[in-house]
């Protein structure tokens, strides 16, 4: 008899996507050393833990090995923004920053930005409403790029 495999791994959901073939969800999430692709053990809709799975909160999750898929078991948010001290523009930011990470990332992709997305977010969580956003993305896109070896300093 086979033991079942099991792990702990602290990340950042940067996508969701249904599945209706296997009628539950597939998540993305960025942890210290790679994209990892995880199945959620429903649909969104059903799914006790759907508002913790957003960008910027640093989730801790229990994962289950299965032949095909690691499946999540339980979910904790680890680190959360301080959202409703928030402006919408900062909501703005937080969305191009999840596209500029999903537009240069790709599943099972080693990359060490996980330690530096986390100070970036803790940036914007502590910029006043005042900053120039643009400015901020630029150098958000650039510092990534940089960090993945698409260019040099």
């Known amino acids: 008899m086979s033991q079942t495999e099991s792990k702990q791994i602290k990340g950042y959901i940067l996508k969701v996507r249904e599945d209706f073939i296997l009628n539950s969800a597939l998540a993305e999430i960025l942890t210290d050393s790679t ?4 199945k959620l053990p429903a649909k969104m809709e059903n799914y006790k833990y759907k508002s913790l799975l957003n960008f910027g909160n640093l989730l801790s999750f229990d994962l289950v090995k299965t032949r095909k898929h690691w499946v999540v078991t339980h979910i904790e948010c680890y680190e959360k ?14 969305s191009q920053m999840n596209k500029v990470l999903l ?3 790709h599943l099972d992709q080693e990359c060490q930005v996980f330690d530096w997305l986390r100070g970036e977010l803790d940036k914007l969580d502590n910029f006043q409403d005042s900053f ?12 990534l790029e940089i960090r993945l070896g698409f260019k040099s300093t």
């Open 35 to 38: 994209l990892f692709e995880v």
């Open 81 to 94: 923004l301080n959202y409703p001290s928030w402006s919408y523009s900062k909501f703005e930011i937080l």
């Open 103 to 105: 537009s240069n990332l």
């Open 132 to 143: 120039d956003q643009k400015v901020f993305l630029d150098e958000f896109l650039s510092n």
